[in-house]
T-cell receptor, first 117, second 111 residues
């Protein structure tokens, strides 16, 4: 019963390159959330997705950042033309479908540590 | 927008001492969750509180949700070195499954 899988664990990109971060939710979970964490800081909400739908992207920067959760395959967080300030840990979390009862605690992946050089 | 603050930001305690972190939201919450993140790790879900004034216990951990559903606390009795990490509260408002995380309290336990 695999948990939330994120890859790669570590990603190094030069300024101006694109970064693609992948997240496969826990089996049976249909909600995916992306959070960014700067060193020794809290988790900042970026985007909330369900299959083929962006539910809330109020935390996403307007430019260079995009996210998708296609019908098949993992959720992707894409950062175009990366800058040094994008260096952070990016965590993906998933939760069960609404209405399944119980508690909707997030299950987090191990994160992708992005370093922009 | 909704903000969730936690105090203290850092806490160092001697092993065996108690520890408390406080969480305050700028808006009324429908529920609140608590997570623990070990150094270098990812957040792990601990518990969810839903009802006004609710108190839940997990072994040495006691969680409380305020009457107005705008604040919460986590109390650890007789800390152990395994309690080291950052504790986050996360609040959600009605009609959404998006959680806004608090600023976190980093706990260090000195043996």
């Amino acid at each position: 019963n695999a948990g939330v899988m994120q890859n790669p664990r570590h990603l190094v990109r030069r300024r101006g390159q694109e970064a693609r971060l992948r997240c496969s939710p826990m089996k049976g979970h249909s909600h995916v959330y992306w959070y960014r964490q700067l060193p020794e800081e809290g988790l900042k909400f970026m985007v909330y997705l369900q299959k083929e739908n962006i539910i809330d992207e109020s935390g996403m920067p307007k430019e260079r950042f995009s996210a998708e959760f296609p019908k098949e395959g993992p959720s992707i967080l894409r950062i175009q033309q990366v800058v040094r300030g994008d260096s952070a840990a990016y965590f993906c979390a998933s939760s069960p479908p609404i209405g399944t009862g119980g508690v909707y605690g997030y299950t987090f992946g191990s994160g992708t540590r992005l370093t922009v050089v | 927008g909704q903000q969730v603050m936690q105090i203290p930001q850092y806490q160092h305690v001697q092993e065996g001492e108690d520890f408390t972190t406080y969480c305050n939201s700028s808006t009324t919450l429908s529920n609140i969750q608590w997570y623990k993140q070990r150094p270098g790790g990812h957040p792990v879900f601990l518990i969810q509180l839903v009802k006004s004034g609710e108190v839940k216990k997990q072994k040495r951990l006691t969680f409380q949700f305020g009457e107005a559903k705008k604040n919460s606390s986590l109390h650890i009795t007789a800390t152990q070195t395994t309690d080291v990490g950052t504790y986050f509260c996360a609040g959600s408002t009605s009609g959404t499954y998006k959680y806004i995380f608090g600023t976190g309290t980093r706990l260090k336990v000195l043996a």
